[in-house]
């Protein structure tokens, strides 16, 4: 038995195959062909773990999804995205289990699952997965973390393997997001969510850090600590993200 991981299938939306782009010219061609992808991997018994945005279609594709969702190999379990959070009719084609969040442990290892990317997860400071979707391969990797998006935008249209997955985990240079010494533009939100405009604003964080983002997100090598020795001690990203969102809160205020 394996076990397979996926996301963002987005079976009835046409308008994804031009979001993405995705190499189809119809809906109808998209959906046989994310079958067929599906099918030509997956076995009868392997589970296949779905995580999120499955399908968005009307009144009048509840029975085609019904029969797609019949079609395709595997018992199949749902972690919710944002589109099955509207749609009970997704909820109840008779998946395995459904939820929002599903921990699993595999061959020893440990696997957080969302659907929406997390920025430190159960087991994270241990060496544990999180495998999520929603982002469609967009949201920088940074090499040192155990996360991964198993949306078929990011891995051939198909459901990914756990073997693929843990060859993927194996080059990847582990340090617990919690520990890192050193920080990263993408570890932080772009300023433009947090409201604030201009060319340049400076964090206000407590030193050690003394981080300045720009607002194309890069910070220069010395402040990556390209070319510094990390400091003993450093503020956790939990707390950079706090006192970011307390900095614009009082800015407007």
């Not at 696997?111 to 087991?123: C, D, E, K, R, V």
């Amino acid at each position: 038995m394996e076990r397979w991981f996926t996301a963002d299938t987005h079976f009835g939306q046409e308008m994804v195959i031009r979001l993405q782009p995705r190499p189809y010219k119809s809906l109808g061609e998209m959906e046989e062909d994310l079958v067929r992808r599906w099918n030509e991997v997956v076995r009868p018994g392997d589970i296949v773990y779905h995580l999120g945005d499955f399908a968005v279609g009307k009144a009048e594709d509840k029975a085609r999804i019904k029969a797609i969702f019949e079609r395709l190999e595997g018992e199949k379990m749902l972690v919710c995205g944002n589109h099955e959070k509207r749609n009970a009719f997704v909820r109840g084609l008779g998946w395995r289990w459904v939820g929002d969040i599903k921990d699993v442990k595999i061959d020893g290892v440990e696997i957080a699952m969302s659907h929406y990317p997390m920025l430190a997860w159960n087991g994270s400071m241990n060496g544990a997965w999180h495998l999520h979707g929603h982002t469609h391969g967009l949201q920088p990797q940074h090499p040192t973390w155990l996360k991964e998006d198993v949306g078929v935008d990011v891995h051939g249209l198909r459901p990914i393997s756990f073997g693929e997955l843990k060859e993927i985990m194996s080059k990847r240079n582990f340090m617990a997001p919690d520990k890192r010494q050193v920080f990263y533009a993408e570890d932080l939100p772009d300023p433009r969510l947090l409201g604030v405009t201009g060319t340049m604003f400076e964090a206000k964080i407590p030193e050690p850090t003394g981080m300045r983002l720009r607002e194309n997100g890069e910070l220069s090598p010395a402040e990556r600590g390209d070319s510094v020795k990390p400091r003993k001690s450093v503020q956790s990203v939990p707390k950079i993200l706090a006192a970011l969102f307390s900095w614009a809160a009082r800015r407007g205020a």
